[in-house]
């Protein structure tokens, strides 16, 4: 039985705007790990992911702030808020984060060996230089990869290579925990495998214990990792292990994801793939009830009143009135992308009706309605 | 467009000046070419003997105020002039590319080779009249080379932009896509050019007038330094007769400095310091994260956040993120 | 089904001797009328340049281009120009292929220079909106940073279609949208193809983005094209192994990684 790793109970983060505004970017996100465990963020732009990276890291800085939650990790609790100290070696020790373009960070003029000291010596000045080095030397070798990149010229390597090195940088303090944000997006496919296939062999070797590996793109995670998380409009809206949520999603929005899926498969042949409608909300003023229920079709009254109480576990549950009511029955994406013209709460088949002569009747039958927004 | 203070300081210098030049001839009324005391008699009362009068008798105050009126008035023609010359080529150059871009350079850089001051003197001499509009000009067409070297740098840059390329095949010609598709992107550039432009070109009026060669039948600032240099000012310890027209001097140029600089953080969202304590400044769709596409290169500073910036409501929902129930549910539901 | 374009031993270098590049090396290639080819391959495969040369922005350094019976190889800048109201492309960026001092009629206007009547050119603007699902009151007015990302995609081919091109580019049109907007844009593709005739040639890093839409598929390596043909083909029966590398590498919902699919 694998032993928690991290518990983040009830972070809220808010980015503050001018005029005193506040955007609302986390709100009240619960995240369980286990040891061993790569626990994938999933959401498209907007919804907060980035900023749960962030936040779960310890590296918020202004104009993010964050408001409440409570960390406990190996046994040490610490609590986060506007104005409450973070211990030093909690960042980089305990929590690692390698951010989104990482690769396009690093100094033209410097060799990557530079990068090291620099890393090493922030948390422990008296280290020696060639102690660092050896050091992240052993653990490039024990990975697989060339110690010689270690004195190359950022330049000299290629993009996947850049990659991987500063994914072993960024864990040469032994986190317990590293947090991945779209590690992969600006990488080829095959260098993409080669990164994933390295961070599970860095799991296997105790490098670290756990990663939560942040990405919009639902295939590459289904394939990585363990659980998924399912982030929409700075919630989290499901969690489930990967394979349960690739073939029974608990959520219209999660059904509506994957449904958008394009892989090389024999079904993407022949299927025809739909968009939600309208947009993500705002985050400033966001919809009362549930999040997504203005672009749902499967909405019902409960939806625009009350936010919706999650259903299983912490390991495994959904925020969706509807799935609660309906356990058993399937999701049907028909359904959600509700073909029964929801146009900014608007319905109305008049509106309907002088759409389709103005955009022309593009779909087949049983598919009447393009995106209005 | 968000101003900074370091904006309106300088702004508010630059009133002060404009504020003497045009009110200090109408309470300073006294002709400046009138001797209306002694050599250098020093400053007294609140008339216009207030910084006391040059080697002529003349008032230095009245000197003063209509001396920086012909030093403003020439750095503003001598900029208009060296910034059109300097945006046209450097425009031309910047998007034509190939020959044509080799040869306004080259142009361009036999003309910055030059050193501007020694062609400045020659015409100067040349001349058998100088009045304020020639001396104008001459400085704002030997001024111009930089400016054309900047602008045509910005120039290439934007050149190479996907919107370029989409005019082109909607089929616009080489002077549309010039005047509407680069040129507005290098508006912001051209605008602190310019404002350069004036203070170095009210600068050169000056040496040029130090050194006698200033317009011959009105008073300028440098005219001014001209003559308490000529005139012994510094031997006789006269100081009211050069160190107010130095400190005017340096005060314009430093303003005019100071309002270009502050001027490149308003047009280049990415040098602003914004504020230290919340709520911060946050410009028009960036750093929210609401960036609705994914930017490859992930620098935050694309715009996107059409949501936010619909978004009418005021912030009355509070409890949108309050401590509603946590995820830890009491229920069990089936898997 | 007859060709409207034929590429033959189309080859771009960039550089000279010792530091050439040859980002696109004779490639050879057709597209049928009436179809949708995705040209797939990663960074530095060369496909974005095979784009720029078939849509003329770039010179070529030897081969044969054949549009519609036509030489279009070196094309003077009269010839080009028409040539620009049969092909026209769509960009990667939304946001940097607009002018932001636009509006969208100020953006479609400009297109309209050929049309002389008025009357005329607002028909085609309200057809070419309506192709991609706006009206035209909603977006006429609107700067590019009033609009989102996915619908500023789809003002950019409304853009295009004002000149009703029989062949649209598009180089990586989706690959700054999310997963839930580049539905539409793709959906906007496969219409124009069945219900305007064009002929469509994707450009694309996503192996599964070009199995959705393509008829037909092109995979290229460092400027080589090693595979082409019917997409069902190409992505259930891999010859190359490049391609099969490629497929093996790319993440599917079902199945795991490494593993080549099968229909």
């Given at each position: 039985m694998a032993e928690r790793l991290l518990e983040a109970i009830g972070l809220n983060a808010a980015y503050a705007g001018y005029d005193g505004r506040e955007v609302q970017a986390v709100d009240n996100c619960s995240v369980y790990i286990d040891e061993g465990e790569i626990l994938g963020v999933a959401g498209e732009s907007g919804c907060g992911k980035s900023t749960l990276g962030a936040v779960l890291s310890l590296t918020t800085r202004p104009p993010l702030y964050v408001k409440s939650g409570t960390l406990r990790i190996d046994g040490k609790e610490q609590e986060l808020g506007h104005g409450v100290k973070i211990p030093r070696e909690w960042r980089g020790?305990?929590?690692?984060?390698?951010?989104?373009?990482?690769?396009?960070?690093?100094?033209?003029?410097?060799?990557?060996?530079?990068?090291?000291?620099?890393?090493?010596?922030?948390?422990?000045?008296?280290?020696?230089?060639?102690?660092?080095?050896?050091?992240?030397?052993?653990?490039?070798?024990?990975?697989?990869?060339?110690?010689?990149?270690?004195?190359?010229?950022?330049?000299?390597?290629?993009?996947?290579?850049?990659?991987?090195?500063?994914?072993?940088?960024?864990?040469?303090?032994?986190?317990?925990?590293?947090?991945?944000?779209?590690?992969?997006?600006?990488?080829?496919?095959?260098?993409?495998?080669?990164?994933?296939?390295?961070?599970?062999?860095?799991?296997?070797q105790r490098i670290m214990a756990g990663v939560i590996f942040i990405?919009?793109?639902?295939?590459?995670?289904?394939?990585?990792?363990?659980?998924?998380?399912?982030?929409?409009?700075?919630?989290?809206?499901?969690?489930?292990?990967?394979?349960?949520?690739?073939?029974?999603?608990?959520h219209p929005y999660s059904a509506a994801l994957l449904n958008a899926v394009l892989a090389p498969e024999p079904e993407t042949l022949t299927k025809k793939v739909f968009a939600i409608q309208g947009s993500p909300p705002s985050l400033v003023a966001p919809p009362p009830g549930c999040r997504f229920h203005p672009r749902c079709g499967l909405e019902m009254d409960i939806c625009s009143e009350k936010e919706p109480s999650p259903r299983g576990d912490h390991m495994r549950y959904s925020k969706c009135w509807w799935t609660q009511q309906n356990p058993t029955t399937p999701i049907n994406l028909d359904d959600v992308l509700g073909f029964k013209a929801k146009i900014d709460d608007v319905r109305d088949e008049s509106l309907v009706a002088a759409i389709d002569h103005v955009a022309g009747p593009v779909v087949t039958a049983e598919a009447p309605t393009k995106e209005v927004s | 467009m968000r101003f900074s203070s370091r904006f309106y300081f300088a702004l508010s210098l630059v009133l002060l000046v404009l504020v003497f030049v045009i009110v200090g001839p109408l309470i300073w009324s006294v002709d400046p070419n009138a001797s209306i005391g002694g050599l250098f008699d020093p400053p007294q009362g609140v008339g216009s003997l207030i910084l006391g009068t040059d080697n002529e008798g003349q008032s230095v105050i009245a000197n003063l105020a209509n001396g920086a009126r012909t030093s403003l008035l020439v750095g503003l023609i001598a900029g208009i002039v060296a910034t059109t010359i300097g945006l046209t080529i450097g425009l031309i150059a910047g998007y034509a590319g190939g020959l044509t871009e080799e040869i306004l350079m080259g142009m361009t850089n036999i003309a910055l080779a030059i050193p501007s001051i020694?062609?400045?003197?020659?015409?100067?001499?040349?001349?058998?009249?100088?009045?304020?509009?020639?001396?104008?000009?001459?400085?704002?067409?030997?001024?111009?080379?930089?400016?054309?070297?900047?602008?045509?740098?910005q120039a290439t840059s934007v050149r190479t932009r996907e919107h370029i390329e989409v005019a082109k095949m909607s089929g616009a010609g080489f002077w549309s896509i010039l005047g509407w598709d680069v040129l507005p992107y290098l508006l912001s550039y051209v605008v602190m050019a310019f404002v350069l432009q004036v203070s170095g070109a009210i600068l050169t009026e000056s040496s040029l007038s130090m050194l006698g060669l200033g317009?011959?039948?009105?008073?300028?600032?440098?005219?001014?330094?001209?003559w308490a240099l000529a005139w012994g000012a510094v031997r006789v310890g006269a100081w009211w007769a050069f160190i107010p027209p130095t400190v005017l001097l340096s005060l314009i140029a430093f303003s005019l400095l100071l309002l270009q600089s502050s001027l490149d953080e308003v047009f280049n969202p990415r040098l602003r310091r914004g504020k230290k304590i919340k709520p911060v400044a946050i410009p028009a769709g960036q750093a929210t994260r609401q960036e609705d596409y994914i930017s490859p290169h992930s620098d935050g500073a694309a715009v996107g956040a059409s949501t936010l910036l619909s978004a009418e409501a005021a912030l009355g929902n509070d409890n949108a993120g309050a401590f509603a129930d946590t995820p830890v549910p009491q229920e069990r539901g089936e898997h | 089904m007859?060709?409207?374009?034929?590429?033959?031993?189309?080859?771009?270098?960039?550089?000279?001797?010792?530091?050439?590049?040859?980002?696109v090396d004779n490639v050879t290639f057709t597209l049928p009328k009436k179809t949708i080819t995705a040209v797939v391959g990663e960074s530095g495969s060369g496909k974005s340049t095979l784009a720029r040369l078939v849509l003329g922005l770039l010179p070529i350094t030897s081969g044969s281009i054949t549009f519609d019976g036509k030489d279009v190889t070196r094309l003077g800048a009269h010839d080009r120009a028409v040539y620009w109201r049969d092909v026209q492309a769509?960009?990667?960026?939304?946001?940097?292929?607009?002018?932001?001092?636009?509006?969208?009629?100020?953006?479609?206007?400009?297109?309209?220079?050929?049309?002389?009547?008025?009357?005329?050119?607002?028909?085609?603007?309200?057809?070419?909106?309506?192709?991609?699902?706006?009206?035209?009151?909603?977006?006429?007015k609107k700067h590019p940073h009033e609009l989102s990302g996915g619908q500023r995609q789809r003002i950019m081919i409304a853009r295009a279609l004002m000149m009703r091109p029989k062949l649209l580019v598009a180089d990586e049109a989706t690959s700054m949208l999310d997963a839930s907007l580049r539905v539409n844009v793709l959906n906007v593709l496969t219409d124009l193809r069945d219900k305007l005739d064009t002929t469509v040639m994707i450009i694309t890093h996503d192996i599964g983005q070009a199995c959705y839409l393509a008829d037909q598929m092109l995979v290229m390596e460092h400027g080589v094209m090693v595979e082409q043909g019917p997409t069902k083909e190409v992505v259930f029966n891999p010859q190359h192994r490049y391609t099969k590398q490629l497929l093996a590498d790319v993440p599917k919902l079902h199945g795991d990684l490494g593993e080549v699919p099968v229909a």
């Open positions: 020790e305990v929590v690692s984060l390698l951010p989104q373009g990482a690769l396009n960070s690093l100094s033209y003029t410097a060799k990557i060996s530079s990068l090291v000291v620099d890393v090493m010596r922030a948390h422990d000045p008296s280290i020696k230089k060639d102690e660092a080095l050896d050091r992240a030397r052993d653990r490039m070798k024990a990975v697989g990869l060339p110690p010689r990149a270690l004195d190359s010229y950022p330049h000299q390597l290629s993009g996947g290579m850049k990659q991987r090195v500063i994914t072993i940088i960024s864990t040469l303090l032994n986190p317990r925990l590293l947090i991945a944000d779209e590690p992969t997006s600006a990488l080829d496919v095959s260098s993409q495998r080669a990164l994933v296939e390295m961070l599970r062999e860095m799991l296997n990405t919009h793109d639902l295939p590459l995670l289904k394939s990585i990792s363990d659980r998924i998380a399912v982030m929409y409009a700075g919630q989290i809206v499901e969690v489930g292990a990967a394979e349960t949520i690739a073939e029974r999603p608990w | 020694v062609v400045v003197i020659l015409l100067s001499v040349a001349l058998p009249q100088r009045n304020m509009v020639t001396l104008a000009l001459i400085i704002g067409i030997t001024a111009w080379p930089w400016t054309a070297r900047a602008v045509r740098a317009p011959s039948n009105i008073v300028s600032i440098g005219m001014m330094l001209n | 007859d060709a409207l374009l034929e590429a033959k031993d189309l080859t771009k270098v960039f550089g000279h001797r010792n530091n050439e590049v040859r980002a769509v960009f990667q960026d939304p946001f940097a292929a607009f002018n932001q001092f636009f509006t969208v009629e100020r953006l479609l206007n400009r297109s309209l220079k050929l049309v002389p009547d008025k009357a005329e050119g607002s028909a085609r603007r309200e057809e070419a909106l309506g192709h991609v699902g706006f009206k035209v009151e909603d977006v006429i």
